[in-house]
């Protein structure tokens, strides 16, 4: 059994986008309840988030940004900017957490305590901008937990493979003229799915052309059009690539029975994309991989696929399934 370590604090139910929104914090509630009952929570090695120092969430976002952020959650405002970024008083010590949280993550792995991890992590980060939340996501978590591997650790490839629905129009962002990351995406197709970015035209830019790869499913794909896409295509890429370092960003909102989005993936499909990434960094990164938790908005549904992907970094055997 691998040493497997989980990023959770109850302070991450404090962020409360409004009794209306999707991204809530029973969220987190569900899944924790989940992996108690399970059992798997006595394997974990916890690990404690951080608050991410500003200096480094800074290195992504523009601090004017980060400063209306902040005033609007001490000012008692409900929304921030964009109408689907709901926030409370404690939002933005919240988020801070959040991206800390991944950022503790890389801590335990690149210091020998841990082989990998899975990050129970909430608001989501993934289309938040340099300069602008969108989509639930203020901090970009996942981006965060990458300039750190790069700059702290001094690591040379890190790759991020996105398997949310809703293509990470933040990360590309950030990323698409930085060479030493990778950035593959597969969500549902643009031109019917927010946030209408991710064709497959968008490859990078300057000296980060061709280290973005979008993969786009007509709406109503199932297992077996992500699967093929993602061997026939994404692997190649990802093995040439050779990452030092593999993070998920791991929304569950492509699933059938999600209440957001118009796909017909089942729990099977992301216990066969976790089984290959987890492949890619046993082969490439020294099996180095953490999951952070995106989007994925029916309860049920997050229970059972985040339980997978928690048996899965632990190494539990297949037939436990």
């Known amino acids: 059994m691998r040493r497997t370590g989980y990023v959770y604090d109850q302070r991450y139910l404090l962020h409360d986008p409004g009794a209306w929104h999707p ?4 969220r987190l509630k569900a899944i924790q309840k989940n992996l108690q009952e399970s059992g798997l929570s006595e394997l974990l090695t916890p690990i404690q988030p951080y608050p991410a120092p500003l200096q480094w969430v800074e290195r992504l976002h523009d601090p004017d940004y980060i400063r ?3 005033e609007a959650c001490e000012r008692g405002l409900s ?3 964009v109408p689907d970024c709901g926030i409370c008083p404690e939002s933005y010590e919240i988020a801070l957490l959040a991206a800390g949280g991944v950022m503790a993550a890389v801590d335990a792995v690149m210091n020998g305590e841990v082989d990998n991890a899975f990050c129970a992590v909430r608001p989501p980060g993934h289309h938040a901008e340099r300069d602008r939340a969108l989509g639930f996501c203020f901090i970009n978590n996942i981006a965060l937990g990458a300039v750190y591997l790069l700059e702290n650790f001094g690591l040379d490839r890190v790759a991020i493979v996105d398997w949310d629905v809703h293509h990470g129009n933040g990360t590309q962002h950030l990323f698409e003229a930085d060479p030493r990351v990778f950035y593959l995406s597969m969500h549902e197709d643009p031109e019917y799915c927010y946030p209408g970015t991710g064709f497959r035209r968008e490859k990078g830019k300057g000296p980060g052309e061709g280290f973005t790869l979008n993969l786009p499913f007509a709406p109503r794909s199932g297992d077996e059009e992500y699967l093929a896409v993602l061997k026939k295509e994404g692997w190649p890429r ?3 690539f050779a990452p030092q370092f593999v993070l998920i960003s791991a929304g569950f909102d ?3 029975s999600d209440p957001l989005a118009h796909m017909n993936l089942s729990r099977d499909a992301y216990r066969q994309m976790g089984r290959l990434l987890l492949e890619l960094a046993q082969e490439t990164a020294e099996g180095r ?3 952070v938790l995106e989007g994925g908005y029916n309860l049920e549904v997050l229970e059972e696929c985040t339980e997978d ?6 190494d539990i055997p297949l037939d436990h399934f």
């Open 23 to 26: 991204e809530r914090p029973d």
């Open 79 to 81: 929304i921030f900017e």
């Open 238 to 240: 990802l093995l040439e």
């Open 68 to 70: 209306r952020f902040r």
């Open 309 to 314: 992907q928690v048996r899965l970094l632990l």
């Open 254 to 256: 492509a699933h059938q």
């Open 289 to 291: 991989l953490i999951t």
